[in-house]
């Protein structure tokens, strides 16, 4: 059997991870709210409206922060429309979406929302179609105590207390020929700067997002980046990233390869804030907010325009989305040096970690899982692995490690975990030489695979793809063997000290 093995010592970190790794992200978005996580008379509604099936299954995955309200819809919304009384709430046309947006939920409904999740939010302005003064508003309604307009009003529409917003998005991919208005670097570089300055006056315990490239396919990355940095670094506590990952070519191999990109973009947007950093002759770090990543696919369900809550981007991942996905979120743990938010993005419907019906079941997409996984076991310090893999090449890629792992070790709990996917179709041996840890001893192996790389969950069969126990691994004093098998998803892990 090919093997693969990896050196990990507790001397050689890549760094701790950082908590706002585990984020997700809700947008006014097809059905991401409205059917997705409201739905006033669905059979679990609550008396907020709020889907109970669904918050049980958001509730397991430990978000830690939730970015709202867009995404594309932020660059043409006023927040206001939904706030206050609901009956009095306008009903408007969304360009971003072609949908029609009730605003029964607005600011209030999330924030109440995400306190049932137990998550922070993240908050994105508007800087497509408005600007300082609706941010420095909504920083207002949200973080004021009271004694000012927006801050009463806020007490007016029932919350004494002030939200205390901590994290700030001055905008969205406002880079995009998509976007409602599109600025160029050098507009928005100064919006965002002048956004910044007045929103951390008014309250200078926030922290703010500048918005980086939308993707690496765009053609002004990494110069967006670099034009905005020199505008913004000072005052930006961090650059957002984006990155989808679609199956480009009917080949799953390379389609298993392509979060190799994702590394890629990564680095050279690390690079781009390390350069403006230098001409700036700067001391600060720039860290990164991914906060939109995912994979994507072409939708199983046709959308309709100008509804409210209608399927968009409605996606049932399959198996091999899995293993993108799952090396997606091992790709962002190796960079937890310097990523200290990430989204994924869509939490509910849309391209999600869960799926609904109207008025019907509510499920587990199987990406659920890596980020079930992750979020619970990969919490700690990452450790930087020497990793020797089997290698493969397709048309597009070339060395292409068959086994994609990273390692995070606990050293409160005395725990480590290993996650690898295994991008082959053979099984492969996974060798780690421990050699700081003799104490090891085996916990436990979870493993998400299946037998045919097109099965998805379905609302008849929730559980089509799931994670089971795996054959384990043996111990011998600093070492371990496990099995990893064929086009899997693996989590193996051990006590680093005898109990
Ligand atoms: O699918 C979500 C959308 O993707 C977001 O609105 C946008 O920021 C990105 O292009």
């Known amino acids: 059997m090919k093997q693969a093995t990896i050196i990990l010592s507790r001397d050689f970190t890549v760094g701790p991870v950082s908590d706002r790794m585990f984020g997700s992200f809700v947008e006014h978005m097809g059905s991401v709210i409205y059917n997705g996580i409201y739905e006033p008379g669905h059979p679990t509604a609550d008396a907020d409206g709020f889907r109970r099936d669904v918050l049980e299954l958001v509730r397991e995955l430990n978000l830690s922060v939730i970015r709202y309200p867009g995404g594309n819809f932020t660059s043409s919304y006023r927040w206001e429309d939904g706030v206050g009384p609901k009956e009095l709430r306008p009903v408007r046309p969304d360009p971003a979406w072609k949908q029609i947006e009730t605003n029964q939920f607005g600011l209030n409904e999330f924030m109440k929302w995400i306190r049932l999740v137990g998550a922070e939010p993240i908050l994105t302005v508007n800087l497509g179609t408005r600007g300082i003064d609706a941010a420095r508003d909504l920083l207002e309604y949200c973080n004021f105590a009271g004694g000012t307009y927006w801050s009463d009003m806020r007490k007016s529409h029932g919350v004494p207390e002030p939200y205390r917003v901590r994290t700030w998005c001055l905008g969205n991919e406002l880079d995009g020929e998509w976007q409602v208005a599109r600025k160029t670097a050098e507009q928005y570089g100064q919006l965002a700067l002048e956004t910044a300055k007045v929103m951390k006056w008014l309250d200078p315990d926030i922290e703010v997002v500048a918005v980086g490239s939308s993707s690496r396919q765009i053609s002004t990355f990494p110069e967006w980046d670099r034009i905005v940095l020199e505008h913004v670094y000072e005052w930006a506590d961090y650059l957002s990233i984006h990155h989808y990952i679609g199956k480009r070519e009917n080949d799953t191999p390379t389609y298993l390869a392509m979060p190799l990109e994702m590394e890629r973009h990564i680095e050279e947007a690390i690079a781009a804030c390390d350069y403006v950093k230098g001409l700036l002759r700067s001391n600060k770090v720039m860290y990164l907010s991914f906060d939109e990543w995912n994979v994507w696919r072409e939708p199983d369900v046709p959308y309709t325009p100008w509804q409210t809550g209608s399927p968009y981007d409605w996606v049932r991942f399959r198996m091999e989305d899995v293993l993108v996905f799952g090396s997606a979120m091992l790709t962002l743990l190796r960079r937890a040096d310097r990523i200290r938010i990430a989204c994924q993005s869509l939490l509910v419907n849309t391209i999600p970690l869960i799926l609904t019906e109207?008025?019907?079941?509510?499920?587990?997409?199987?990406?659920?899982?890596?980020?079930?996984?992750?979020?619970?076991?990969?919490?700690?310090?990452?450790?930087?692995?020497?990793?020797?893999?089997?290698?493969?090449?397709?048309k597009t890629y070339t060395d292409v490690p068959v086994v994609d792992p990273a390692a995070v070790w606990n050293p409160e709990m005395e725990e480590l975990s290993v996650f690898a996917v295994n991008r082959g179709e053979e099984p492969v041996v996974l060798a780690l030489d421990l050699r700081d840890f003799p104490q090891l001893s085996f916990l436990e192996h979870h493993v998400v695979k299946h037998e045919r790389l097109d099965a998805f969950n379905t609302a008849e069969r929730p559980d089509e793809i799931a994670p089971r126990r795996g054959a384990g691994a043996r111990v011998d004093g600093g070492r371990a063997e496990a099995v990893l098998d064929p086009y899997s998803w693996n989590v193996v892990r051990f006590r680093t000290r005898r109990a």
């Open 358 to 394: 109207k008025g019907g079941k509510a499920w587990r997409n199987p990406t659920f899982y890596p980020f079930l996984h992750v979020s619970r076991y990969g919490r700690g310090v990452v450790l930087r692995g020497l990793v020797d893999s089997p290698r493969y090449d397709t």
